[in-house]
């Protein structure tokens, strides 16, 4: 049986719909996961492009050509996680992504590739049929091709809603592991990049997500299902408990930021590590709620009229780290912060 799945992603949203199959195969197998992404070759055709971006807008190169995998990987290791799947992320600048999947395949000793049948917004082509075709043909080891399409409006919206819960939780690891490596060495930890960290859980989940389910999803399930109000109400008291945890976690950023020596640096990194543990297990278990009872209930009661409305909601609406002019200076911030991760 399959003990090690390669599963090639992009930025499309069949993505995410790759990502969530090949999670739940490799668990159910008791596989691994190499996830894989593949920049374009700035040396070929692009190389104008890159070179004008470079000089022009210095932070969007490094996002578009380098930050922007580690983003997509992240998210990706965040499904896997969530799961208690072995993981681990690589990427590629390659001109060819088909050659790419396979000596990724071959490099990193997978023994199935676990890819989408097709899609067409990827601009690396990850998704498109011509290069799972040419994966097929030239793999020389099994290839497991998931068939997706383009997603309605009830897979649209909660693809939306699965890929914010993976931002977050990409975050929150990011975080975890700087807090780590700080209190095993014994030092403090970085106060910018701890408020950077702090800003993004208090902008995103506060400011924007938890009120997006909250106005467009949560209150049309109750009008559709009345089993599910007591989870619904649990659901939103906890969005209230998040405002008051992220209180506590800004309060001893605070501390650390104002820490007179590096003895108490080290100890308010060290209870800031605790904070940073606790909250996180807090949003496991509120991710795992949705995901697992709420959105399931979602599918099976609203009605049509319900998903369209909500899907165009969230589309206007969507996770800071695509596209968009509100959204650079997000995008930005997550890709620093997942960025530490790799480092």
């Known amino acids: ?4 799945l390669l599963v090639p992603i992009d930025a499309t949203d069949l993505s995410v719909e790759v990502v969530g199959n090949a999670v739940a195969l490799a668990r159910s197998l008791a596989a691994r996961i190499t996830f894989f992404h593949a920049e374009a070759d700035g040396a070929g055709s692009l190389r104008g492009d890159a070179e004008l971006l470079r000089l022009t807008a210095p932070q969007e190169h490094d996002y578009a050509y380098a930050g ?8 990706a290791e965040a499904a896997a996680r969530a799961l208690g799947v072995p993981c681990e992320a690589r990427h590629a600048v390659h ?8 000596e990724a395949a071959r490099g990193c000793g997978a023994d199935l590739i676990f890819m989408a049948s ?5 601009k690396l082509g990850m998704a498109m049929a011509s290069e799972t075709l040419a994966v097929l043909m030239n793999a020389g080891l099994p290839v497991l091709v998931s068939s997706t399409g383009e997603p309605a409006a009830p897979a649209r919206s909660i693809a939306i809603i ?25 030092r403090g930890a970085d106060p910018a990049m701890m408020a950077a960290m702090l800003r993004y859980v208090r902008e995103f989940p506060l400011k924007l997500h938890h ?49 007179e020596d590096e003895a108490a640096r080290a100890e308010a990194t060290r209870v800031l590590a605790a904070d940073v543990a606790a909250y996180a297990r807090f949003q496991w278990d509120h991710m795992g709620r949705e995901e697992g009872v709420i959105l399931p209930a979602a599918r099976r009661h609203l009605l049509p009229e319900d998903w369209q409305a909500i899907d165009a909601a969230f589309e206007h609406n ?15 911030l997550f890709s620093r912060i997942v960025n530490l991760a790799a480092g």
């Open 1 to 4: 049986m399959y003990r090690h």
């Open 68 to 75: 922007k995998a580690r983003e997509l990987l992240a998210k």
């Open 95 to 102: 001109g060819k992504p088909a050659q790419a999947i396979i």
């Open 118 to 122: 097709h899609g067409h917004r990827g």
């Open 162 to 186: 699965r890929d914010e819960h993976r931002s977050l939780a990409a975050v929150m690891h990011a975080w975890m592991h700087a807090l780590a490596a700080a209190t095993g060495a014994g």
């Open 211 to 259: 009120p997006k389910e909250e106005q467009h999803l949560f209150s049309r399930l109750r009008l559709r299902c009345e089993d599910a109000r007591a989870e619904l109400d649990e659901l939103q008291r906890q969005h209230e408990r998040d405002h008051h945890l992220v209180a506590a976690l800004a309060a001893q950023v605070a501390r650390l930021a104002e820490a």
């Open 318 to 332: 969507r996770d800071p780290n695509f596209g968009g002019e509100v959204d650079r200076e997000y995008r930005q």
